[in-house]
């Protein structure tokens, strides 16, 4: 009991740490600023999840707080006009056993408008997720556009008892309901998109009191992250492709898209080429209006990967490449022998604000080996410039927005909680100096107990070999648990996780392995997975660990989820002996029964090696099924000797829980231990009920099948 309450006393502790959602420079000049920054912290006491804003001012030196932090749980987006004059939020207030949205507009210090959004019932509930969602101010200030789900009629039975009109009563209005429609299925955008079927543009007139749903986009296309046009007589925004089928948009940036315009009197254009099939990301014009850039790559294949930086001359609307996909090296920028490599762009968000006074120099982050990198891009001679504000692929940088040449940036790593800075980009009288730039931070430093204790080592090379990030303690054979990412188009990366942070603490340590397949080093890198999956990503991460003696003659535990806990129960099957016990967080068991269930089918078959839009049918091909079969878990489930802990979400939409229930159904006929826990949510276990539990008994599995070396000494 007493190695139970350190255990749960350690989650506690990790699990305190605030995690950045957004920044906003509110007031910038060379001797101050200010900004305005928005953070959630799990709340043990009340199982829930917390927002909170805070807005400090900085004069480059120390910083302070404004005001005490303020809790805004019941906001769902907002967004400052262009001069800051007024601030736009849309809150949602539970009204007996409704939840209604309003949306608010503040300025001079007290709130001058507010609309109930449910009474005015002119579409249906705000979008305010990280792939839809919208809020954007026009630049004259009078207008906000946002996305919203289409108003659908509404239905009844074919029959139903309706009280006779009579001439002391009014007549019931029955205009807007049909009939016979009450079942009709309609197919929404899958995992954390429930519900989210037809979004439309909104824009709401806040000088006339009006709301217009936009009209014109096709049938066939649905509008996300929209901004304004800098005339403010229209928006641009990414449309999503729905045909065929809408696959899911969460972890996937492969879908096909495109960026256009469409002007508030009906004027529809695409933007982005239509020679091919393109996935495009983040429209962001520049400071005058004069360029709009987003991120582009063929739509398909595997579900991220190297995306082009594109630049559109907004009066000619000429498109250029800025960035391609090639690997590159960069000028000589910090204090080493070597230059820097640069293994392109990938799928992280552009900030709003992302331009140099220049009007030429985007800033923005991307993935980069173990690491994020934060760089500078010049759209015109196409320079990149790394921003040396760490060392090289140690630690992860993000930039969050920009404004008159400084930075706010969230810096962590796995050993350090987040933490925000101001950074000011020095000039001469010709160019950037981006090798001289000054950091200040703006938000308190956290350290993790006993953080000194720890060690956080990189492993990497060029190209072609997986990177590898060593996290534990100094000096000590500890168990290590293997931790292979998910995607399997992603990414481990030395940012500050709780998870990671909560084992670590009570005495593993925890090796990743960016195996072939992984972003961040390179398209051919990632693309080389393709086919390969259940064996040249088992052998990457086997092999790595294999390689160092440091690692390999430690007790070896397995923990993955999603793709990763494909290849944990791969492992388990393909090396029965070497490890001691294995937690799967919704794995990916079995590729057949996945491709007729998962809202990504596409990934299925992309990752066996085929072409999704090619393939109609599995009855149609024994290639494609045999080749699913076989890359496949299930296939060596009777080779399996370790403990195996199944972590399944009931609403999981991207790898159902049947697909963990018929792998744990399997492991019993042969005799492995087993044991499901089946929690309340979706694919990633996120509700601090769910990450709680699963953690903590996750830590507890492994404890009990480690042998009795694994004393108090290392908990």
């Given at each position: 009991m007493a190695q139970l309450d350190t255990i749960v006393a350690a989650y506690r502790v990790t699990a305190q740490y605030p995690e950045l959602i957004s920044a906003r420079i509110l007031n910038c000049s060379q001797a101050s600023v200010s900004v305005h920054s928005v953070w959630i912290q799990k709340v043990l006491e009340r199982q829930a999840v917390i927002r909170f804003r805070q807005t400090v001012f900085s004069d480059y030196k120390?910083?302070?707080?404004?005001?005490?932090?303020?809790?805004?749980?019941?906001?769902?987006?907002?967004?400052?006009?262009?001069?800051?004059?007024?601030?736009?939020?849309?809150?949602?207030?539970?009204?007996?056993?409704?939840?209604?949205?309003?949306?608010?507009?503040?300025?001079?210090?007290?709130?001058?408008?507010?609309?109930?959004?449910?009474?005015?019932?002119?579409?249906?509930?705000?979008?305010?997720?990280?792939?839809?969602?919208?809020?954007?101010?026009?630049?004259?200030?009078?207008?906000?556009?946002?996305?919203?789900?289409?108003?659908?009629?509404?239905?009844?039975?074919?029959?139903?008892q309706k009280p006779k009109a009579t001439a002391d009563k009014d007549v019931v209005d029955n205009s807007e309901t049909v009939p016979g429609k009450e079942y009709d299925w309609s197919q929404d955008w899958g995992e954390q998109l429930v519900g989210k079927i037809t979004p439309v543009l909104v824009v709401f007139d806040i000088k006339t009191d009006t709301i217009d749903v936009l009209s014109n986009i096709p049938n066939d296309v649905n509008p996300a992250t929209a901004v304004w046009t800098p005339d403010g007589k229209?928006?641009?925004?990414?449309?999503?492709?729905?045909?065929?089928?809408?696959?899911?948009?969460?972890?996937?940036?492969?879908?096909?898209?495109?960026?256009?315009?469409?002007?508030?009197?009906?004027?529809?254009?695409?933007?982005s080429s239509n020679s091919e099939q393109l996935c495009v990301r983040y429209p962001r014009f520049n400071l005058n209006g004069t360029k709009l850039v987003w991120l582009e790559?063929?739509?398909?294949?595997?579900?991220?990967?190297?995306?082009?930086?594109?630049?559109?001359?907004?009066?000619?609307?000429?498109?250029?490449?800025?960035?391609?996909?090639?690997?590159?090296?960069?000028?000589?920028?910090?204090?080493?022998?070597?230059?820097?490599?640069?293994?392109?762009?990938?799928?992280?968000?552009?900030?709003?604000?992302?331009?140099?006074?220049?009007?030429?120099?985007?800033?923005?982050?991307?993935?980069?080996?173990?690491?994020?990198?934060?760089?500078?891009?010049?759209?015109?001679?196409?320079d990149i410039r790394y921003l040396p504000i760490t060392k090289p692929f140690h630690e992860s940088v993000s930039v969050i927005d920009v404004c008159n040449d400084v930075l706010v940036c969230y810096k962590s790593s796995l050993n350090k909680p987040g933490q925000l800075f101001v950074i000011k980009i020095l000039s001469t009288t010709r160019a950037y100096d981006f090798t001289n730039i000054s950091i200040h931070a703006i938000s308190p430093s956290r350290s993790l107990p006993d953080s000194d204790n720890f060690v956080v080592e990189h492993g990497y090379t060029l190209y072609n070999k997986p990177t590898t990030i060593f996290y534990g303690p100094k000096n000590n054979n500890c168990p290590l648990i293997i931790w292979p990412h998910g995607g399997p188009h992603l990414s481990s990366s030395d940012f500050?996780?709780?998870?990671?942070?909560?084992?670590?603490?009570?005495?593993?340590?925890?090796?990743?392995?960016?195996?072939?397949?992984?972003?961040?080093?390179?398209?051919?890198?990632?693309?080389?997975?393709?086919?390969?999956?259940?064996?040249?990503?088992?052998?990457?991460?086997?092999?790595?660990?294999?390689?160092?003696?440091?690692?390999?003659?430690?007790?070896?535990?397995?923990?993955?989820?999603?793709?990763?806990?494909?290849?944990?129960?791969?492992?388990?099957?393909?090396?029965?002996?070497?490890?001691?016990?294995?937690?799967?967080?919704?794995?990916?068991?079995?590729?057949?029964?996945?491709?007729?269930?998962?809202d990504v089918p596409d990934w299925t078959i992309t990752e066996a090696g085929y072409n999704f839009s090619e393939v109609d049918s599995l009855a149609n091909s024994k290639e494609i099924l045999m080749k699913l079969a076989d890359c496949s878990p299930c296939k060596n489930v009777h080779k399996v000797q370790?403990?195996?802990?199944?972590?399944?979400?009931?609403?999981?939409?991207?790898?159902?829980?049947?697909?963990?229930?018929?792998?744990?159904?399997?492991?019993?006929?042969?005799?492995?231990?087993?044991?499901?826990?089946?929690?309340?949510?979706?694919?990633p276990l996120s509700t601090v009920t769910a990450d709680m539990d699963s953690l903590i008994n996750a830590a507890l599995w492994f404890i009990q099948y480690l042998n009795s070396n694994f004393e108090k000494s290392t908990i």
């Open positions: 120390t910083y302070t707080s404004t005001s005490p932090p303020t809790d805004i749980t019941n906001e769902l987006i907002s967004a400052h006009s262009k001069s800051s004059k007024y601030f736009c939020v849309v809150r949602e207030v539970k009204s007996g056993n409704e939840i209604k949205q309003f949306l608010e507009v503040w300025a001079d210090f007290s709130l001058v408008k507010n609309y109930d959004l449910s009474a005015l019932d002119v579409h249906g509930k705000i979008y305010a997720d990280g792939e839809f969602g919208t809020l954007d101010w026009s630049p004259d200030e009078t207008k906000i556009v946002y996305i919203a789900e289409k108003k659908v009629p509404k239905s009844e039975p074919f029959y139903k229209g928006v641009v925004a990414i449309g999503h492709i729905i045909t065929p089928r809408k696959l899911g948009l969460i972890y996937c940036a492969n879908s096909p898209s495109i960026v256009f315009s469409l002007t508030l009197d009906g004027q529809y254009d695409v933007l790559r063929l739509a398909g294949g595997p579900h991220s990967s190297c995306f082009k930086l594109m630049s559109c001359n907004w009066s000619t609307k000429k498109i250029t490449t800025v960035v391609d996909f090639d690997n590159q090296i960069l000028p000589n920028t910090f204090d080493c022998n070597e230059q820097l490599p640069f293994y392109g762009l990938y799928d992280q968000a552009i900030p709003k604000n992302c331009w140099l006074n220049d009007d030429k120099t985007i800033v923005l982050s991307t993935p980069q080996g173990g690491s994020i990198h934060t760089f500078a891009i010049d759209t015109e001679s196409k500050f996780r709780a998870d990671i942070a909560f084992f670590v603490q009570i005495g593993f340590a925890v090796l990743f392995i960016n195996y072939r397949g992984s972003t961040g080093l390179g398209k051919d890198y990632v693309e080389s997975l393709l086919g390969n999956i259940g064996d040249a990503d088992v052998k990457d991460v086997y092999n790595a660990v294999q390689s160092n003696p440091l690692w390999s003659n430690r007790k070896l535990v397995l923990f993955g989820g999603s793709h990763g806990g494909f290849l944990v129960t791969h492992l388990s099957g393909q090396y029965p002996s070497a490890f001691k016990a294995v937690c799967a967080l919704n794995p990916v068991t079995d590729l057949i029964t996945m491709f007729g269930l998962t370790a403990p195996t802990l199944l972590l399944l979400g009931e609403k999981d939409l991207r790898v159902l829980p049947c697909l963990g229930l018929a792998y744990y159904h399997l492991l019993k006929k042969h005799g492995v231990t087993a044991r499901v826990l089946m929690y309340d949510d979706c694919h």
